[in-house]
Nanobody, 122 residues
Framework: QVRLVESGGGLVQAGGSLRLSCAPS????????MGWFRQAPGKEREFVAT????????YYADSMKGRFAISRDNAKNTVYLQMNNLKPDDTAVYYC???????????????WGQGTQVTVSS
């Protein structure tokens, strides 16, 4: 069992930045791929970015490329999502997830956090 805890969400004006963090309790995630997803009100959850266990490989949804950056610090057992030039359409609950499959890029994720709200005002 892994409990993932996201933090760093909040209210920001359009054009601003936020950095989300995701850390587990109960188990290390340093050996596994991690992902970020988001779900806006009335919409399905969508993929944002994923990072492999070492941090060398990353993959982004096309709409996030150039504005969002996923990274990890395995010494701190934490994954980050740096979000720049935020837009009102980025308003959503952001979730992190861990994949134990060993497949890159992951096709499925095994545990999810509770999410952190990001609200971008115009």
């Amino acid at each position: 069992q892994v409990r993932l805890v996201e933090s760093g969400g909040g209210l920001v004006q359009a054009g601003g930045s936020l950095r989300l963090s995701c850390a587990p309790s109960g188990r290390t995630i340093s050996n596994y791929a991690m992902g970020w997803f988001r779900q806006a009100p009335g919409k399905e959850r969508e993929f944002v970015a994923t990072i492999n266990w070492s941090g060398v490989s990353t993959y982004y949804a096309d709409s996030m490329k150039g504005r969002f950056a996923i990274s990890r610090d395995n010494a701190k057992n934490t994954v980050y999502l740096q979000m720049n030039n935020l837009k009102p359409d980025d308003t959503a609950v952001y979730y992190c997830a861990v994949s134990f499959s060993g497949v890159w890029p992951p096709s499925a994720y095994d545990y999810w956090g509770q999410g952190t709200q990001v609200t971008v005002s115009s």
